[in-house]
């Protein structure tokens, strides 16, 4: 298991820009590959980003591509969510997650087993 800690959620414009932070301990962060997720009022959680062990490679949903960046500090076991040009429709909570399994490439399809408790993101119109 991984235990996850986000920050960095608020209330910000539509245009502006806000950057999410994970904290993560209990297992070889280097070794897992890292996930965002949202869940948004009345709305299935959806992936969002997700970036692979080493960070050599990353995945987006189209909804976000070119305005998010996932990025990651395994020296500090971190994982990051910066969100520019963000839009109401962003509206949500967001979620860091780590896959179950080594060596991941941080797809929707990995096995994302360890989930932080989520944090607040409200882009105002």
């Known amino acids: 298991q991984v235990q996850l800690v986000e920050s960095g959620g608020g209330l910000v414009q539509a245009g502006g820009s806000l950057r999410l932070s994970c904290a993560a301990s209990?297992?070889?962060?280097?070794?897992?590959?890292m996930g965002w997720f949202r869940q948004a009022p009345g709305k299935m959680r959806e992936f969002v980003a997700g970036i692979s062990w080493r960070g050599h490679m990353s995945n987006y949903a189209d909804s976000v591509k070119g305005r998010f960046t996932i990025s990651r500090d395994n020296a500090n076991s971190t994982v990051y969510l910066q969100m520019n040009s963000l839009k109401p429709e962003d509206t949500a909570i967001y979620y860091c997650?780590?896959?179950?399994?080594?060596?991941?490439?941080?797809?929707?399809?990995?096995?994302?087993?360890?989930w932080g408790q989520g944090i607040q993101v409200t882009v105002s119109s």
């Open positions: 997650a780590a896959d179950s399994n080594s060596y991941g490439l941080g797809r929707p399809t990995d096995t994302f087993g360890s």
């Open positions: 209990g297992r070889t962060f280097s070794r897992i590959a």
